[in-house]
């Protein structure tokens, strides 16, 4: 067997054992949830591993944490993972009222938790809008932070906009078919968060708003639970925030800070993502210079699934993971 053949083989074997290693259908029965009471509410935490800790941060805002532990739960063989439920959202418990809701809040317990917990530094894993509560922690905290990974993220309630405005145009262009729909029921003072506009917009191909390849899909566990949280999204994002961001989003903006963060940090970027565009996740590399940036050219909003050879060799070496 030559040198080369044996290299290509191990390769092999690492990419397969590398793949594997995050498509574990099993992953969620290895976690138990802990609840902790903050302020009042039950907040469901998961933790498992040892090592540098790492907090996993889900999107949405209305998101439990699911999908991501689907993702990145195995890093609990090197890691100590920590995996939760922002209030309002998934096993977590509600708020009494939803003004509750907010990023500054999202923040703030994640500070909450890593002083439960007891960890001195930790690392941030954002995604969509996890990278927001991530940045504004690791800007208000900042020797807390070890890493910070941004995933598919927004640097401001501005570019949160922005990005609306771009997928608007863009579904209003290749769709006009489907788009006279929304055109009628806008005219008519309906919000995106209102029936039947929420379920017409809703129906447009996700190949053009989170996904490049349409056949992946995140893994989810077999038990019940709450994937969304409406109230909260309407609450963080606003009532018509589909075409009008406005709650507590709207006054998010990191650009001038991101440079004074002083956790090592990696921005990845997916080429096709019509949720957090090429056109301003790029921007990163102004207001964040000494950031590692990557465009994930064959993938939507969703790099760690539609290139998993890539994200996952990327994310180990980046977090120095063996």
Known sequence: MTSTLKALLVFACFTCSTIYSQTDPNIFVKFESKFYVIDGYKINVEVL??????????????????????????????NTVVFFDWLGRGKSDDAKDVSEYSVEADVELIEKLRKLLKFDKISLVGHSYGTVPAQAYAIKYKDNVKNMVLINGFHSGAMWQANCDSYNHYAKTHFPEKWVAVDS????????????????????????????????????????????????????????????VSGSMINQDYRQQLKDIKAKTLIVAGRYDGVSTPEFAVQYKTFMPEAQFEMFEQSGHNPYLEEPEKFYALFDNFMNIK
């Open 49 to 78: 591993g040892e090592g540098d800790p790492i907090f996993f941060l889900p999107g949405g805002p209305g998101n439990s944490h699911d999908y991501m532990q689907g993702a990145f739960g195995q890093y609990y063989k090197t």
């Open 185 to 244: 029921l806008r005219k008519l003072g309906y919000v995106s968060s209102q029936e039947p506009l929420k379920s017409v917009y809703g129906d447009f191909p996700t190949k053009y708003i989170y996904y490049h390849n349409t056949t992946l899909k995140s893994k989810v566990p077999k038990t019940t639970y709450r994937g969304w949280a409406g109230d909260v999204y309407t609450t963080i994002i606003g009532k018509d925030g589909d075409f009008d």
